[in-house]
């Protein structure tokens, strides 16, 4: 006891001349600029700088019409799958949210949890989940006696992304009704709104700029898609599995590669400064209320018709689906492959050497963000530059997350291997390091906004240097945010396939656990059988569902 | 016309007894108030009456007839939130037409209503402006005419000022009462200020702990209160615990440390513990120029009120006692020091039974 | 002991000028209300007194030492904000002792001085609760608690009493003000409530878009107002507009309108001049209506409402204007009744005189 305390106080007196070098304006701006240089340094420049720097590569690939009319189709169905997947979400998720967050019974719970179950599992397992469910025998297609219900390709692929961006819109929906006034709605609802009219006509009005940037998050996901969309795509392509296969081919496809890479990363940045600019001007359909009809739709019957509507489309193209992922592990489990697994024989060797190097590069990136992400927060949080800057800041954050994560990944490799020739392993942490930042430093931002800045003023006018009462105010505040924000920054790294794929050459030696099941999914017979792909896909499950178990508990010790 | 009965109505929240058996009358065209403290429940109260909320048991009747099972919207109520709650999406004008539109009235028909009320609320806004450019006081006074244009005749008004500067508070206030007498409606104003409860409304009901303690006209409420809380609640008072010590017809004699009171208060016995309870402004005080038997003492504190001052007064037995005298009646003829003998009229020498909690429990606030 | 001076001190947010080339002096000791509408800038004043702002322009000292430069820690004040910004993750012992902690007292020696403070606020059986865990009030409580205990000599407050029910209000305004003399600090209150002013304020500070409408002690403030807004704010007050019709050495005759006069104790506007006569309600006396004494208007009661203390009385008088009497209960013999014909009169005496301006009544006591 008289132990910890002494070494609190050692630490107290290590951080106090840190406390009053705070005091320094000069020595914030300093530190704050640090974060700001890393951040156009780091994360901002290399990408938009990477595909540039080749842009000379293209014009071979001009003059080659099969080549460019291929790369024409797979970026347009990018867009097409983005677009329509979104709104089908919107549509499929919002009903689901409002049912979440409005009706009042234990069960809903269980609606909850398991409308995060896309979420837990990583995406190229949820695309194995997805591919087994829709066209192998274990799965719908079994029970119906047919071969295949729906084969790889276009079909299974917007099967897919529907599922993987469904639970982006429940989520977000869910924390802004949730945070949202009801007041507005009751207000609508005692002036003689039916509940329908009244959200119809007031809520979703209110929320559109939630409604635009969950639209925009889930277009974002499904444009930037690899992985898994690799593992159920057959032989169609889209922009991503275009790069992908010009990347696998012997030599490499450079300039086709770059050349799609360019196009994705300018056009998704451009929609999604067009989406964000025009989305909040949209106007809804807001004046015309049809009172008999509106009021009809709002009574218990057809809100319950609705709500099972929701759910059905849930269970069937969502919840259902994902949870197949088991079902070949399950088996691996009765013919003795766990046994073999647990050996590291044969192919497990690799096998357990990749979920190695995934989490390692998965902790480095995470160390590398809570560096230099969290003063980041602070800056956009806190306005430190001013209410311009900040607004630009903000918008600049979500580039790594807007570029589709193979353009992303080919763009940096160029980058890193033409300035640094940084060994492959660096890379790819930089390349992580970039790809969760965005997450990283809102999650951060949103902990910091909760908590007032009265809190700090009082400290400093009680006595308390700036950097002492960011340490005695603001980390005991948001330290399980950011405990729950780094576990979170480590899953999305293990879970990434597209911007790896990039920078791993088809022949590195380094490989990580999901680069590697894309290839044991797509290639069952040269591991073993579909047990083994199974039980690997379940094993890299089950450590993603750990670290988010982690993060439900710690969160629900904040609140 | 409208009338409301609500009877037995409880709510509870898992443990917490919100409403407790609440039952009251309200008649047309009357302002009723309901104050309270924090907590007591007095949102809850309309919240369910107004169908916001559902109660656990109990009835209401509008007009007669039992609405309880009716959704909000149907209940053709208005309603003013302390949140003003103006939706920041809509102008002015589609806030105040709101009510009419998703009622599905003739687009004419919204108008004129809407060109009334704007007349009424004596508001120089223009109407395509939005909420949020508008004074707290003028987007309360939106948030009224648009509770009204719908054209319900009973308004709930939760906090309506709540928001609002302290000034603003003491104007608007009239003004409401003013819209509400003549259209003739019914109203429930909550408040937590028992000034701005007493100058607006015909009757006051006090809650406390999720129950109506009392309910009574406001003058009747301040100069003979039924309790020993709502004595405090509303307005300041003295407290003296003493006993009663003779009963005669018409008063009795009560004696407390020393001091000897009478009261104009009767069905009290001899012997009997009580709490004597004496407002600062029934208390007439001059300088003393005998040597001071009975109710005197001496000033220990002044201070200036504007329209008022308010003086304490240590008492023979060191209690301290407030008294507050206008400014037009000599209120500033006194200074600290001043040796000074007190004295207050039978009627209003109000006296309590002694509260088994004790006077400081019971007359808590929170 | 600090004594607080702000000269030509301007504050701007973009293109609102929160605070307009302010100009104050406090007194060691001295309990200074600034009263303002919202809006028109006393908590950015607090903002920069207590360094947390930096002022564009002008100087702000502390016992003659310029601390524009200083930064908040350095200032040897307590701030006690709007909401009270308890540190939720404390209890409320070590919010308390937060203050003499962080200036580098002993953990033991910070915790003994915060539970005495405690005492002082009647919370020591409470020091081991988390905010959270309090009513409105005893929070309240703590944050004085906290501001008490930094050991600090000016104390700022913003709307201290501001989140409380309205009751609870009245009897805290005198222990707040008892505690923070029996402690002999400084302290600037900050408030919209004019009575709360009065009643803690030495001198209140009367601010309106950013700039001071008058400064004096409430008896002062009350009784002069400087300015037409002052006499609207502060107090209950009739308004009515006229032409100065003559003056001699005693006084001067107003002509209202429908050429009513009216007699003013004031002699220093010329005849001619258009006037606003403002006159306290509790000045205003209610009178049979064939009153025919000094400065006697008839007119019908238009409505009577209740409030406590008194009773205000709104009269149409018959030129159409709205006048409003308030008369104390005690006074209260029989309730006038709406409808009822009477008079209202008051001394030349008790009327305020202002030049009318451009801007016009209505814009010139507009509360914002
Ligand atoms: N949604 C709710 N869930 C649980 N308890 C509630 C809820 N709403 C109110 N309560 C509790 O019911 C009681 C009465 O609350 P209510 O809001 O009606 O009080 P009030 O008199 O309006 O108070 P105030 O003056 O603070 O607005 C309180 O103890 C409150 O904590
Ligand atoms: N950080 C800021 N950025 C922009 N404008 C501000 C800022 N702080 C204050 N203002 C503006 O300055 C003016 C004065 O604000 P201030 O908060 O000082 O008023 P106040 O008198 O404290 O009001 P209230 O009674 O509502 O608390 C307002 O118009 C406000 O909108
Ligand atoms: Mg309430
Ligand atoms: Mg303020």
């Known amino acids: 006891m008289s ?314 193209f969502v919840a259902i689906p994902s949870l197949f992922v088991a079902l070949p592990g399950i088996i691996a489990f009765t013919d003795g492959t766990v046994v073999a697994a647990f050996t590291g024989a044969g192919v497990w060797g690799v096998y357990w050497g990749s979920l190695l190097t995934s989490y390692v590069v998965a902790l480095a990136a995470t160390l590398m963000n809570l560096l230099v992400g969290f003063p980041m927060a602070v800056i956009i949080t806190r306005r430190k530059f001013g209410t311009q800057v900040t607004a630009l800041l903000n918008a600049l954050i979500s580039i790594p997350i807007t570029i589709p994560s193979v353009a992303l990944g080919v763009s940096l490799s160029l980058f890193w291997t033409a300035f640094g020739n940084l060994p492959e392993l660096w890379t790819l942490i930089l390349v992580h390091t970039t790809i969760t930042y965005t997450y990283f430093v809102q999650a951060m931002a949103a902990a910091i906004e909760s908590v007032p800045e009265e809190l700090e003023s009082v400290a400093r006018t009680l006595g308390a240097h700036p950097f002492e009462t960011f340490r005695k105010i603001l980390i005991p505040l948001t330290k399980y945010s950011i405990f729950s924000g780094a576990i979170m920054v480590l899953t999305r790294s293990v879970d990434e396939t597209g911007a790896t794929t990039a920078v791993l050459a088809a022949t590195s030696q380094i490989k990580t656990a999901p680069v590697l099941l894309v290839n044991w999914i797509r290639n069952p017979a040269s591991v073993g059988g579909q047990s083994v792909v199974g039980l690997g896909v379940l094993f890299l499950v089950l450590t993603t569902f750990i670290s988010l178990l982690v993060i439900r508990l710690v969160l629900r010790r904040e609140r | 016309m409208t009338t409301v009965k609500v009877e037995n109505l409880t709510k509870k929240y898992g443990e917490i007894v919100a409403l407790d058996k609440v039952s009251f009358e309200i008649k047309d065209k009357e302002y009723l108030a309901i104050i309270g403290p924090s907590g007591c429940g007095k949102t809850t109260l309309i919240k369910c009456m107004s169908g916001i909320q559902s109660p656990t048991g109990g009835d209401i009747y509008f007009d007669g007839k039992p609405v309880k099972d009716l959704p909000l919207e149907e209940r053709g109520i208005g309603y003013v939130f302390q949140e003003i709650a103006l939706f920041p999406h809509m102008n002015v004008w589609d ?272 | 002991m600090p004594e607080v001076r702000l000269s030509e001190v301007s504050k701007s947010f973009g293109r609102i000028e929160a605070i307009h080339h302010f100009d104050l002096e406090i007194k060691s000791g001295e309990y200074i209300c600034v009263l303002g509408p919202t809006g028109s800038g006393k908590t950015t004043l607090l903002r920069l007194i207590a360094g947390l702002i930096c002022p564009d322009d002008g100087k702000i000292t502390f016992d003659g030492k310029l601390v524009n430069d200083l930064s908040p820690e350095e200032r040897d004040i307590a701030y006690f904000p709007q909401q009270y910004a308890l540190f939720p993750h404390l209890n409320v012992l070590e919010n308390v002792a937060f203050g003499p902690k962080t200036r580098g007292v002993a953990y033991e020696e910070a915790k003994t001085q915060a539970l005495k403070v405690l005492e002082t606020v009647k919370l020591d059986q409470r020091a081991n609760a988390f905010p959270r865990e309090l009513s409105g009030g005893m929070q309240q409580r703590v944050a004085l608690a906290r501001a008490l205990a930094s050991g600090a000599k000016l104390l700022l407050l913003d709307e201290p009493l501001g989140a409380l029910d309205a009751r609870l209000r009245v009897e805290l305004r005198y222990h707040i003000k008892s505690l923070v003399k029996s402690a002999g600090l400084t302290a600037i209150h900050v408030t919209h409530d004019q009575r709360e002013a009065m009643i803690v304020a030495d001198r209140i500070v009367v601010l309106r878009m950013g700039k001071v409408e008058q400064v004096g002690t409430p008896y002062h403030i009350y009784q002069s107002p400087a300015t037409l807004f002052v006499a609207n704010f502060v107090g209950e007050t009739n308004f009515l507009e006229g032409t100065i019709k003559s003056v001699n050495s005693v006084g001067a005759l107003v002509e209202l309108q429908d050429g009513f006069r009216v007699k003013v104790q004031e002699t220093s506007y010329l005849s001619g001049e258009e006037v606003v006569l403002a006159i306290r309600q509790e000045l205003t006396s209610l009178m049979p209506v064939d009153y025919d004494g000094e400065n006697a208007i008839q007119g019908e009661v238009k409505a009577v409402r209740f409030l406590g203390d008194s009773i205000r009385v709104e009269v149409i008088l018959v030129n159409n204007l709205l006048i409003s009497a308030r008369i104390p209960i005690s006074q209260v013999k029989i309730y006038p009744k709406v409808k009822d014909k009477v008079a209202i009169s008051f001394k030349p005496a008790d009327v305020f005189v202002f030049c009318t301006t451009a801007r016009g009544l209505a814009k010139e006591i507009e509360v914002i």
Request: charged share 20%.
């Open chain 1, 3 to 316: 132990n910890l305390s002494s070494t609190k106080n050692t630490i107290e007196k290590i951080l106090r001349p840190l406390d009053r070098l705070s005091a320094n304006p000069n020595a914030r701006r300093v530190t704050y600029a640090v974060a700001l240089i890393f951040f156009v340094s780091m994360i901002l420049i290399p990408p938009i700088i990477g595909v540039v720097l080749k842009w000379n590569l293209i014009g071979d690939t001009l003059q080659n019409p099969i080549l460019v009319a291929r790369a024409e189709s797979a970026i347009l169905a990018s867009f097409a799958i983005a677009s329509i997947v979104s709104i089908l979400d919107l549509i499929a998720g919002l009903p689901t949210a409002w049912f979440i967050v409005r009706r009042k019974a234990k069960w809903i719970n269980v609606v909850d949890t398991l409308a995060d179950i896309p979420f837990v599992i990583p995406t190229v397992a949820l695309g194995f989940s997805i591919l087994v469910f829709w066209s192998q025998p274990q799965g719908i297609s079994g029970l119906l006696r047919i071969e295949s219900l729906i084969s790889p390709g276009l079909g299974l692929i917007m099967l897919l992304h529907f599922a993987f961006s469904y639970p982006i819109i429940v989520r977000i929906m869910v924390g802004e009704l949730q945070s949202y006034d009801q007041v507005y709605e009751i207000a609508g609802r005692t002036l003689g709104a039916s509940s329908l009219t009244a959200a119809r006509t007031i809520t979703l009005p209110i929320l559109k700029p939630a409604l635009v940037s969950a639209f925009l998050l889930a277009f974002c996901r499904s444009l930037s898609e690899t992985g898994a969309t690799a593992v159920v795509a057959g032989a169609f392509e889209n922009g991503p599995i275009f790069i992908r296969n010009a990347l696998s081919s012997v030599p490499p496809q450079q300039g086709p590669m770059v050349l799609v890479s360019l196009v994705l990363i300018v056009t998704s940045c451009a929609i999604f400064a067009f989406i964000s600019i025009l989305g909040p001007r949209l106007r809804f359909p807001v004046k015309k209320v049809w009172p008999n009809f509106e009021k009809r739709l709002s009574n218990p019957k057809s809100t319950l018709g609705r709500d099972g509507l929701a759910l059905i489309v849930f269970a069937i």
């Open chain 2, 95 to 366: 806030n105040v037409t709101y009510g009419p539109r998703v009622k599905g009235w003739p687009g004419d028909r919204a108008a004129k209503v809407a060109r009334e009320l704007f007349e009424l609320i004596r508001l120089s806004v223009r109407e395509r402006e939005y909420p949020s450019s508008l004074s707290g006081g003028a987007r309360q006074k939106i948030g009224i005419a648009r509770a009204l244009a719908s054209g319900s005749d009973l308004l709930f008004l939760d906090e309506p000022l709540g928001s609002l500067d302290a000034k603003v508070r003491t104007e608007l206030r009239y003004e409401i009462q003013n819209i509400i007498r003549d259209l003739g409606l019914t109203a429930v104003h909550i408040t937590h200020d028992q000034e701005e409860a007493m100058s607006v409304a015909d009757r006051i009901a006090v809650m406390k702990a999720g129950r109506i303690v009392e309910i009574d006209e406001p003058s009747k409420l301040y100069s003979n209160p039924e309790t020993l809380f709502v004595s405090n609640f509303v307005g300041e008072a003295n407290f003296l615990e003493g006993i009663v010590t003779k009963v005669t017809d018409d008063t009795c004699l009560v004696e407390s440390q020393g001091l000897s009171l009478s009261s104009t208060e009767k069905s009290k016995r001899e012997g009997e513990k009580i709490v004597v309870a004496i407002r600062p402004d029934f208390v007439s005080m001059e300088k003393r120029v005998n040597n001071g038997e009975g109710f005197a003492g001496y000033i220990e504190n002044q201070d200036f009120e504007g329209s008022t001052i308010r003086y304490e007064v240590v008492l023979k037995d060191h209690r301290l006692f407030t008294i507050r005298l206008p400014q037009i009646l000599g209120g500033l003829a006194f200074n600290i020091g001043d040796e000074v003998n007190l004295s207050v009229k039978p009627e209003h020498v109000l006296i309590y039974p002694y509260p088994e909690v004790g006077v400081q429990k019971e007359l808590a606030l929170a």
